[in-house]
């Protein structure tokens, strides 16, 4: 089955600074990987996506994220962290299997933007 | 477009009561689901459909029903309400568009369950 890892429950980062999230995964075949954000009493927004092509995807608020094969890792970056960016954050991978879109997630890492 | 809505926003059952948790989207996607999020394990999946009339288990089905009898709707139903669903429930919706497969979701239930 397909499955990925978050393996920091929390990331602490001062404003201003470079913000990383880690994701791995484990699938077979082609990942097609996401990142989604979730603030405090909502649902959960999608940030980015990874089909196919460029390892560098550039997805909303200033968040891009870097796929790497060789690692099987996908993490989550930011260059200058706001204040607002406080929030937990997911990494999914999408499920294998015909007419589906079946997401499998990560536990969540909370991150803590410090003023 | 008001995307994925759900309704109530929060609820508190007794144990053994029943309940219907309503999911609607407006975007015309064929796939939705159900995922239930508890602290430190993440989303899983409930229950998901690929199109009216079709529905299949996840990863956490037991003790949830569902139906897909139009595209836009996809409620779930808890039949006999016990403790251990307490949580919060949140359907996404996504389309089949090659390409696409990014869901959207609502902005969820808060169930509990005394």
């Known amino acids: 089955a397909q499955s990925v890892a978050q393996p920091e429950d929390q990331v602490n980062v001062a404003e201003g600074n470079p913000l990383t999230v880690k994701c791995t995964y484990s699938?077979?075949?082609?990942?097609?990987l996401f990142w989604y954000v979730q603030y405090p009493n909502r649902g959960l927004q999608f940030l980015l996506k990874?089909?196919?092509?460029?390892?560098l995807v550039k997805g909303s608020y200033g968040f891009e994220a870097e796929f790497n094969k060789s690692q099987t890792s996908f993490h989550l970056k930011k260059p200058s962290a706001l204040v607002s960016d406080s929030a937990l954050y997911f990494c999914a991978v999408r499920d294998i299997g015909y007419g589906n879109n079946r997401l499998a997630f990560g536990k969540g890492n909370q991150v803590v933007v410090i003023p | 477009n008001a995307g994925v809505t759900q309704t109530p926003k929060f609820q508190v059952l007794k144990t053994g009561q029943s309940m219907t948790l309503q999911c609607a989207q407006d975007m015309n996607h064929e796939y939705m689901s159900w995922y239930r999020q508890d602290p430190g394990m993440g989303l899983r999946l409930i229950h998901y459909?690929?199109?009216?009339?079709?529905?299949d288990q996840g990863e956490v089905p037991n003790g949830y029903n569902v139906s897909r009898s139009t595209t836009e709707d996809f409620p779930l139903r808890l039949l006999s309400a016990a403790p251990s669903q307490t949580s919060v429930y949140f359907c996404?919706?996504?389309?089949?568009?090659?390409?696409?497969?990014?869901?959207?979701f609502g902005p969820g239930t808060r169930l509990t369950v005394t």
């Open positions: 990874y089909i196919t092509g460029d390892n």
């Open positions: 996404a919706s996504s389309s089949r568009d090659r390409g696409s497969y990014e869901q959207y």
């Open positions: 459909s690929v199109g009216a009339g079709i529905t």
């Open positions: 699938v077979s075949g082609n990942p097609y």
